[in-house]
């Protein structure tokens, strides 16, 4: 955070602080609360996380991934993890803002953050799954160089698939 004090129409600090975090601590997990009851509330058939392909914590901390909060002050107002797949790549799980931090480039600031973590873990391909009624996520991945790819998982709540090829950093 700037710790200038800036506020942004919500009334949130007009910068959060983003964090690597363990996704079993209790932000981590009250982010993805949130985020599960969002998911039940706009899906037409609903959301239950049992039935969906829910990532392993190891697998989102280093040195497989890694999970990131998005704070304002001492709340918790977005989250996004990275799950290790090995060979190089890895998929991007759990991309949520609080709907009154939303609208202030937050998601896209948690999907770069993912992007350098992944470099920096030598992750080279990234990989998301996403249902179409999230429409601001869709037009996020669009705008930002995914591209849609053939489906590559077994979970009943996506419909669209995507992809983007990282670049590597030279020594």
């Not at 007009?14 to 949130?34: F, V």
């Not at 849609?148 to 419909?159: A, G, K, L, V």
Request: glycine fraction near 10%; include cysteine; hydrophobic fraction near 40%.
């Amino acid at each position: 955070m700037s710790g200038d004090g800036k506020t942004g129409p919500s009334g949130l600090p007009a910068a959060a602080r983003i964090a690597p975090a363990d996704p079993r601590d209790a932000a981590a997990r009250d982010c993805l609360r949130q985020y599960y009851d969002e998911l039940a509330r706009r899906f037409p058939q609903g959301f239950d996380v049992s039935l969906s392909r829910d990532p392993e914590a190891d697998d989102m901390v280093p040195p497989r991934g890694v999970f990131l909060i998005a704070w304002s002050g001492d709340l918790p107002i977005g989250c996004a993890g990275l799950k290790g797949l090995g060979r190089g790549e890895a998929e991007v799980k759990r991309v949520w803002v609080a709907p009154a931090a939303r609208g202030h480039g937050l998601s896209r600031r948690l999907m770069d953050e993912i992007e350098a973590r992944a470099v920096d873990l030598g992750i080279h391909r990234l990989m998301l799954d996403t249902n179409s009624t999230l429409a601001e996520a869709v037009a996020l991945y669009r705008k930002t160089g995914w591209t849609r790819i053939d489906r590559f998982n077994d979970d009943p709540y996506p419909d669209m698939f995507f992809e983007k090829q990282l670049q590597m950093r030279r020594p």
